[in-house]
């Protein structure tokens, strides 16, 4: 994916803000209250288009969001020993009272390869895509796509997807 995430993640959610947020009077990055949530994930972790390892993935998003963006913690852990944490942002879209939603995230980290792949490097990104279906009773079933790299800070960035099924747990 090489980037494109990322760059999806700026793109709708800058577009988001400047249409919805900006012309407020609050400012484009007014903070509100958003329902903070608890998430467990577990998938397949890919290497050069091959499945290399299993992750499970734990993230907590905030109960606040400034402009569309909600601030966001995560870590990992692969079958290999693989280990990655990092903070950044979530935007997530909701489809007008279906339940049906798409969040695409963003996330600087540090990562220690343990015994996985070497995909150049301490300092990693994380961007993904997630699509998912939230309950009457908030709870949200979804699954997701991500890829971390260390946006050629370094020579060596092969990157890593994963590919996983995440339930999240709201706490308001």
Known sequence: ?????????????????????????????AQSDEASRFSISTGLVE??????????????DFGKKYGPFQPIIGASFTGQGAVWA??????TKELADTGIYA?????????????????????????????GYEA????????????RSNAE???VNPG?????FRVSVPFN
């Open 1 to 29: 994916m090489d980037g494109a995430m990322a760059a999806a993640f700026l793109l709708f959610g800058g577009l988001d803000m400047v249409l919805n947020d900006c012309g407020s009077g609050s400012g484009c990055l």
């Open 47 to 60: 290497f050069n288009e091959d499945h290399v390892s299993h992750e499970a993935y734990f993230r907590y």
């Open 86 to 91: 990092g903070a950044g942002a979530a935007y």
């Open 103 to 131: 969040q695409l995230h963003l996330m600087g980290g540090l990562f220690d390869k343990g015994d996985g792949e070497d995909i150049g490097g301490h300092i990693h990104f994380r961007s993904g895509v997630e699509l």
């Open 136 to 147: 009457d009773n908030g709870w949200r079933y979804a699954m997701s796509y991500d890829h």
């Open 153 to 155: 800070l370094l020579d």
């Open 160 to 164: 890593l997807e994963t590919l996983q």
